[in-house]
């Protein structure tokens, strides 16, 4: 293979995601999806064990929320579709086979939009299709010596494969892709997208060619990548050395490599020169599906409106900065909650103002108290009436703060500021009084400001803010102070 330069190749890059469908039960049977917890083999029975004899029930849920994936990915939902035999043996597959989806998957041709640096582009989805989860290995050594442990809790949890075509060129998209996609799938309430937790696997092809064709690099699939900048991290090193073995006139081969996070480097695992047979077959088990399209209308209108499309509604409505628009809707909840407070007044600078407050002090104190996206340390009520405390100068920002903090359980702003001794003061003769004696204590501050310093007066205002807990209203402040700084 003749040698080419680096900087003349193209990198081509497809994602396949494995993310687990997030219902109370398994695929095919009863028991139950939710094994984080569990004790190994504690939610198994006959159909994902595996005996001989049982037969599956499929899970209609999961179903249902494969399609409002398909739906919120533009995808096509075809009228029917069916479940295939994939088989291939492992040792956390119990039967041996699993039931997945080949020629007929229940949403093709979708797109996904990604913005990188500012610039919005469409990755195109190929298909999405509902099969099951595998077991799990316990790979013990201390404890077991060399023998791994098979946990089957796993085995049969619905999991939809999402595979993306091959648009992205560059590891910076991949991530963007992916977060994205679990940003799309958490809010329509199809998947957890926690990726620690193995509920969203993501296996990365990539390859490299030559802008007009004339080299066209082997495909490399990358696995074992369990974070977002993992992910990033394995495509940017496979990159480079795909560039590299080409600049210098090396072969490439078709393999599956294993990326290592402590090393930052991938390794090769297997050689993929023939595609592996699964000897796909109708499942006998399940009958076909056939889906209205009166049932496709009806999931279509609990997608709701998705995040890219809220985050720019928060642009263009609310004045929000990109920024603070992109922050609010990384959740879902966390975007219904910011809605909840603004209550329909959306004019002026109170959606900035409440913005402010969510962003840069409550999701502060949610992130300090270990709290999720749905677990704000205070109601979206009690956020509103301290918003609305401070634009009416009831309560001065630093007071506010300290409201924030000492406000119990459904007790509103304006009692726990009665309570805590932080209503905005109204006493023109305490400020006064708190102005003079901030001027005898800060004499460097007084004659720094009579020597044309107009900055200095901000030592003096916190000084008499200091004095009065805060409570004082800092208008008043500097108007007290100017007026015995000026000898009035």
Known sequence: MPATTAAALKTVIGLEVHAQVLTKSKMYCSCSADYANAEPNTHVCMVCLGLPGALPVMNEVAIETVIRTGLALNCEIPSYCKMDRKNYVYPDLPKGYQISQYDLPLAVNGTLEIVVDGVSRQAGITRVHIEEDTGRLVHDMAAHDDMSLVDLNRSGVPLMEIVGEPDLTTPEEAREYLMALRRILRAIGASTGNMEEGAFRCDANISVRTEDGSYIGPKVEIKNMNSFRAVERALRFEEIRQREAVSNGEELVQETRGWVDASGITVSQRSKEQAHDYRYFPEPDLPPLNIPREMVDEIAKSVGELPITRERRFVSDFGLSPADAALLNSERP?????????????????????????????????????????????????????????????????????????????????????????????????????????IEANPAAVEDFRGGKQAAIGRLIGDVMKRTGGRAKPDDVRAALLELLNGN
């Not at 903090?405 to 500021?417: C, D, K, Q, R």
């Open 334 to 438: 966390i975007a219904d909650y910011y809605e909840a407070v603004l209550n329909g007044k959306t004019q002026g600078t109170y959606p900035q103002v409440v913005a402010n407050w969510l962003v840069n002090d409550v999701m502060g104190l949610a992130r300090a108290k270990g709290l999720r996206a749905d677990e704000m340390p205070i109601t979206s009520q009690q956020l509103r009436g301290l918003v609305d405390m401070v634009e009416g100068k009831k309560l001065t920002g630093g007071a506010a703060k300290s409201v924030l903090l000492g406000m119990e359980e459904n007790e509103s702003p304006a009692v726990a500021a009665e309570r805590l001794n932080l209503l905005a003061m109204d006493d023109d003769g305490a400020v006064k009084d708190a102005a003079m004696a901030a």
